[in-house]
């Protein structure tokens, strides 16, 4: 009987331990499987938090981008505007000087000589005044009064980011090429217009 009674609580005994330690082990599973899941989670977040960022960086950064090309583009269409007319300028110029000495009847190319096959300017604001640069593409700089917007050669004015360079070309006794070569820089580039017309006299 008391034999019997020490096997049963050595039994017993061992299951209470051996069922100790299964809960042991459950539980130490349970913290793994926790710790495990929490990491799985906690990556996923920072993935998901990473592509939630890269997603808004995207859709801010396109349309700067498009605006800023814009405005570069608005910018450049204003410079290529205004060398255009500043070189149409110069023609007209080079045109009233033709058509005032036809009209007096002057050599239809008085005052025009000097820049044949070289660089001049003309200033529109000083009676078209024709004035031959120290080389050819040596020109200075147009100056421009910025209370009024103006363009010309007054040495009370700033220098603005326009050179205006003029040719002639004698093609015959009685027809010149003129060349008009506006440049300016707009930022690291070089940036130039070129208008060409042909005078005649028709004298």
Same mark, same amino acid.
């Given at each position: 009987m008391n034999q019997e009674l020490r096997i049963m609580n050595t039994n017993e005994i061992k299951k209470r331990i051996k069922h100790a330690m299964n809960e042991v082990l459950d539980f130490g599973f349970w913290i793994l499987d926790f710790r495990s899941a929490s990491k799985r989670q906690n990556? #996923?977040?920072f993935i998901e938090a990473l592509?939630? $960022? @890269?997603? %808004? *960086? &995207?859709? $801010?950064?396109g349309p700067m981008t498009i605006?800023?090309?814009? *405005?570069? !583009? !608005? *910018? $450049?269409s204003v410079d290529q505007i &205004? !060398? #255009?007319? %500043?070189?149409q300028e110069? $023609?007209?110029g080079i045109r009233h000087i033709r058509d005032g000495n036809v009209l007096n009847s002057s050599g239809w190319m008085s005052g025009l000589g000097g820049c044949i096959d070289r660089s001049c300017t003309i200033d529109? &604001?000083?009676n078209d005044l024709v004035e031959v640069c120290s080389a050819v593409g040596a020109c200075d700089p147009i100056k421009r009064d910025t209370s009024i917007g103006l363009y010309g050669y007054d040495s009370r004015?700033? /220098? @603005?980011? #326009? &050179?205006? /360079?003029?040719r002639l070309r004698q093609i015959a006794p009685n027809e010149i090429v003129v060349d008009v070569y506006v440049t300016w820089k707009s930022g690291f580039f070089q940036k130039n217009v070129h208008i060409k017309d042909t005078l005649f006299n028709w004298q």
């Open positions: 990556g #996923f977040s592509v939630a $960022i @890269s997603i %808004l *960086l &995207t859709s $801010i950064a605006a800023q090309r814009g *405005l570069n !583009a !608005a *910018l $450049i &205004t !060398a #255009f007319y %500043l070189g110069a $023609i007209e529109i &604001t000083q004015w700033p /220098d @603005s980011k #326009f &050179t205006r /360079d003029i």
